[in-house]
């Protein structure tokens, strides 16, 4: 499309500084010293060495799958490091007066409440600065109300019987190549357990920072809500700027047994990469939930970052009654690409999914939505509503939809939805002829687009949503 | 207040405008009619700036500053509007948030303060009222599902709260049944004061019986080829173009 469309989308990236933090960094590469090397540092017990081992072999006999509409050039795993650690941390902090001060600047220049008294607003955080958890805020709180949220290496320790039961739960170690190697060597993550019958008294949240050159992230986070409780769950990711690529590849576990709800957000603004498509994060994530009877997962995300993005955060509905859910935005610029979905899995009878997602493309990048829905012959009167829109920004960009819908239960029923369209130069012209600049009617454009799923988000991230979207659309309209 | 000198513009390599004149004074209405592919319609993107529209000759001035060299934002914060034949959807972009803004620009220019959303709320349900659109089209998105008719009155709606200084109406009564042609009309005479003045685009006659004008052209060839009073209107729709363009040749 026109000229009005093609010129501005070259926005630096916000949060792309560099911490200058003396760290401890592994050398690139991966095999059984290097595992063993992991799990000792954490002091972690057999059975987690061994588990890590089995998952690291399972990889072994893996392949990377091919089928995502995105290419890039081979990854080489033996250059990557599998550990890093601010050095400082090597006696870890016990409060916040002992974190090291340049990493308290960095999250203050992220923005992120870490200061307890500056979480005022409900949040408690915990952050995972490259491979290790730095700083849980409000922990003690929580554990006064009977919610354990902590890095999961002090969950293993603290609460291996939880730990033990429910990892690789959800995510069988070798459910696939980037779960397996998470698996191998995950280095921390986060863990939350909410007690029975209560109501999490906040939100909780994370965010995740790449720092060091090499070093690909490999976080874990394990939710368990038990019987009738409920939990909010945030989680926000960035990196600095690189010009080589970084890879990233966490695993998400949610269970949610009887009655219980989770809700699962994520605003991930990963380094995409500069213009030409040079450095930016690969994102590999396998998330996934599992339903028990009359529980619900709720599955919403803000995708803006990474060059490449291979994420489906998905619900097995095991429990009769249980609902899914999966509101998405993504967002591709420059040469970004994307591949992204869901999957609903409808065991149980009376099970119910929604699906709503946006994909908007701009710059020269693709962006696809890629879902199954799936029915199996237990799934007596389930039902699933899918809805994909695609907005596109100018003419060189491109958006595809992939629906998988397999039903073996003749009471289910199945509803698919899609659309694709333009931010034309009649939209654009008119705003401009009511007194409006273009950058901001773009942004206007595509907030109204994402409307369905940014009123999902937690009000505060709603808002935080919508900037990232304008930041991320700079250049897209000249 | 608008002088137009010799203007001359293509698009797509076609010439459209072949050395128009128009001088509108302030408070003056005036009515542009001519037959199909005249350039009616461009004359009003030429004015308002939009891109694919590309000026090759001549001037146009408003109160003295040259709207050629402004971009197409700034010539509607300086007061100039558009009030389109056909109004685009903005699908998920309520009504009010995009008026909100809208006017929050135009103001801005002009040096005052913006609304704040309580006394905005409260013109723009006065103004709904004025041009008979129900208040719950303020919680719709742009356009989005609206008849033609309502689409015609959303634009008088957003030049009501804009206050432009010259509304360039381009076929609003296209298309319209004569109730709503009132409505548009009465919305126009409403607005019609010293400092503002109106250039109506039309094919016919009929919104001229509403809206009485002070001044009757004729585009046709890409040039005002006759201008005239009330009556010139009137003569049109008796005889059509033909003796025009017969008359001029």
Redesign the interface.
């Known amino acids: 499309m026109?000229?009005?469309i093609n010129a501005y989308l070259d926005h630096e990236y916000a949060a792309g500084f560099v911490t200058d933090i003396d760290a401890e960094t592994l050398p690139p590469g991966l095999n059984e010293d290097v595992i063993r090397f992991i799990s000792a540092k954490k002091d972690e017990p057999d059975w987690l060495l061994e588990w890590r081992l089995e998952a690291y072999r399972g990889w072994m006999t893996l392949r990377e799958p091919q089928w995502a509409h995105v290419q890039h050039p081979p990854i080489d795993f033996n250059q990557v490091s599998y550990y890093s650690s601010p050095r400082s941390l090597d006696d870890r902090p016990k409060s916040l007066a002992e974190v090291d001060p340049e990493l308290l600047r960095t999250y203050e220049k992220l923005g992120i409440p870490l200061h307890e008294q500056e979480a005022l607003a409900g949040v408690a955080v915990d952050v995972v600065f490259d491979s290790v958890s730095v700083a849980t805020t409000f922990k003690e709180k929580l554990k006064e109300a009977g919610v354990l949220f902590c890095p999961i290496s002090e969950a293993v320790h603290a609460y291996p019987e939880l730990v033990r039961k429910y990892l690789g739960s959800v995510v069988p170690r070798r459910d696939n190549f980037y779960a397996a190697l998470n698996s191998a060597v995950f280095s921390d993550g986060s863990f939350v357990y909410i007690p029975k019958g209560l109501r999490c008294p906040m939100e909780l949240s994370t965010y995740f920072r790449i720092n060091e050159a090499s070093t690909g992230q490999f976080e874990r986070t394990l939710i368990i809500a038990d019987e009738g409780s409920y939990v909010s769950y945030l989680e926000g990711c960035t990196a600095p700027m690189r010009d080589n690529n970084q890879l990233h590849a966490a695993v998400v576990e949610l269970v949610a047994l009887n009655d219980a709800q989770i809700k699962y957000s994520t605003v991930q603004n990963w380094y995409p990469g500069d213009k030409n498509g040079q450095g930016g994060i690969y994102n590999f994530v396998t998330k996934r939930g599992v339903c028990h009877r009359n529980s619900k997962i709720s599955w919403t995300q803000v995708e803006t970052g990474s060059a490449i993005t291979w994420k489906y955060p998905s619900v097995v509905l095991r429990g009769d009654n249980s609902v899914g859910e999966f509101y998405s935005v993504a967002l591709t610029n420059n040469l970004q690409q994307a591949d992204t979905g869901t999957k609903m899995i409808h065991l149980g009878r009376n099970t119910r999914s929604t699906i709503i997602s946006k994909g908007i493309s701009a710059g020269r990048s693709q962006n696809a939505y890629r879902g199954l829905v799936r029915m199996n012959p237990g799934a007596e009167g389930a039902r699933n509503y899918t809805q994909c829109d695609s907005l596109l920004i100018g003419d060189r960009c491109g958006a595809h939809t992939f629906p998988y819908i397999e039903s073996k239960n003749a009471s289910a029923v199945i509803e698919h939805e899609a659309t694709t369209?333009k931010v034309?130069?009649?939209?654009l012209?008119?705003?401009?002829?009511?007194?409006?600049?273009?950058e901001?009617a773009v942004s206007?454009?595509v907030?109204?687009?994402?409307?369905e799923v940014f009123k999902e988000l937690p009000m505060e991230f709603a808002v935080e949503a919508g900037k990232l979207l304008e930041v991320s659309l700079e250049g897209a309209v000249g | 207040m608008l002088s137009i000198k010799n203007l001359q513009a293509r698009v797509d390599d076609q010439a459209i405008l072949k050395g128009l004149d128009l001088e509108v004074g302030p408070g003056e209405v005036h009515a542009i009619m001519g037959p199909n592919g005249s350039g009616k319609s461009t004359l009003g993107y030429v004015l308002?700036?939009?891109?694919?529209y590309d000026v090759t000759g001549g001037s146009a001035t408003l109160d003295g500053r040259d709207l050629l060299a402004m971009?197409?934002?700034e010539r509607?914060?300086e007061g100039l509007?558009?009030a389109?034949q056909y109004?685009?959807e903005?699908?998920?972009?309520?009504n009010m948030?995009?008026l909100k803004?809208?006017v929050d620009?135009?103001r801005e220019?002009r040096g005052l303060a913006a609304y704040d959303a309580v006394s905005f709320m409260k013109r723009a349900r006065e103004s709904c009222k004025a041009v008979n659109l129900p208040q719950e089209f303020l919680k719709r998105?742009?356009n989005e599902g609206f008849s033609g008719g309502e689409k015609k009155r959303n634009e008088l709606l957003?030049m009501m709260l804009?206050e432009p200084r010259l509304a360039i109406l381009d076929e609003t009564d296209s298309g319209l049944d004569i109730d709503a042609l009132q409505v548009v009309a009465d919305g126009v005479n409403a607005m019609r004061s010293r400092e503002r003045s109106f250039i109506l685009v039309t094919h016919y006659q009929r919104l001229l019986d509403y809206v009485v004008p002070d001044f009757v052209h004729v585009l046709a060839g890409g040039r005002i080829v006759k201008s005239g009073d009330r009556r010139l209107a009137l003569e049109l729709e008796e005889k059509g173009y033909g003796w025009i363009a017969g008359e001029v040749a």
């Open positions: 026109s000229d009005q369209s034309s130069d009649d939209q012209f008119l705003c401009q002829q009511r007194g409006i600049d273009p901001k206007m454009i907030n109204g687009f994402c409307k | 308002s700036g939009r891109s694919g971009g197409a934002e509607a914060r509007f558009l389109f109004p685009v903005i699908p998920g972009v309520s948030e995009f803004a809208s620009a135009v220019h998105g742009v957003q804009l």
